[in-house]
């Protein structure tokens, strides 16, 4: 064997055992992260155990934040503290939200952890605007709320069809600004199942009421005729209209009570 083959069998077996050793190296330093991963694991599963364990971080104290009176107050803790089920990790904020609106005054409920071992409960109560129907009231929003509110009984009355809440409020808005301006106040509106439109009116001051037929159609320019006539009455004919219909093409009709015609 000459010098040059011996010398190239020697650079082969140096490249064969280099190649030994880093696969050994490989192996042992896989072989540690798996070892530490193995601990990892473990210690992360304990930890979570703990975490979950119902003695552990306690919930101590019921945050409750909102506008209502001490009644309302008095039943939105007892009815949360009865769906506080696990400690401060373990328990699931979106059963404590639906638990807080199940209560029908409760338009919203927003649950948040306090740190160390506090739950912050903030409510938001539905605004009621107006009565809907004869057994709900719809809320600032359009939606009809079924609850008892016997608080509530002089606010404006609504109704409609189903589906028809929204539209009812936004017309009701928009009529009432017409009506006080002619010195005249919105107390009722009603869509029927014919989608044919009816209010209900006082007369600011002496409060003597009166309805008013829209029919269905051309509604905004009947409507807009009726405020421009009734501005037009003799002060002494105004205070004994009875009712009003607005449902002609040109004009209105008025139907005056009993002490006028007498």
Excluded: C
């Excluded at 050994?24 to 530490?36: E, Q």
């Excluded at 919203?108 to 506090?118: L, M, T």
């Excluded at 009809?144 to 608080?151: G, K």
């Amino acid at each position: 064997m000459t010098a040059k083959a011996r010398q190239v069998r020697a650079l082969e077996k140096l490249h064969k055992r280099r190649k030994a050793a880093i696969r050994r190296r490989i192996r042992s330093v896989t072989l540690g992260w798996a070892m530490a991963g193995l601990v990892l694991l473990a210690a992360v599963g304990l930890l979570a155990d703990r975490l979950m364990d119902p003695a552990a971080f306690p919930i101590r104290e019921l945050i409750v934040a909102g506008e209502f009176d001490d009644r309302e107050h008095e039943v939105l803790r007892e009815t949360v503290a009865e769906a506080v089920d696990g400690n401060f990790f373990g328990i699931d904020l979106d059963d404590v939200e639906g638990a807080a609106e199940s209560l029908d005054w409760v338009r919203r409920a927003r649950v948040r952890r306090v740190w160390p071992d506090s739950l912050r409960v903030t409510v938001e109560k539905h605004r009621l605007v107006a009565r809907w129907g004869n057994n709900a009231w719809l809320n600032d929003r359009g939606q009809v709320v079924e609850m008892s509110a016997p608080d509530q009984a002089d606010l404006l009355r609504l109704a409609g069809p189903e589906g028809s809440a929204e539209d009812v409020l936004r017309r009701a808005h928009q009529w009432a600004a017409g009506l006080e301006d002619a010195g005249l106040q919105l107390k009722a509106l009603t869509l029927n199942d014919r989608r044919a439109w009816y209010a209900v009116v006082a007369r600011a001051g002496t409060g003597a009421i009166f309805s008013v037929a829209l029919g269905r159609d051309g509604v905004p320019d009947r409507f807009g005729r009726f405020i421009e006539a009734y501005r037009s009455l003799p002060s002494e004919k105004a205070t004994r209209i009875d009712h009003v219909d607005a449902r002609y093409p040109n004009g209105i009709a008025l139907r005056l009570n009993q002490a006028m015609n007498s």
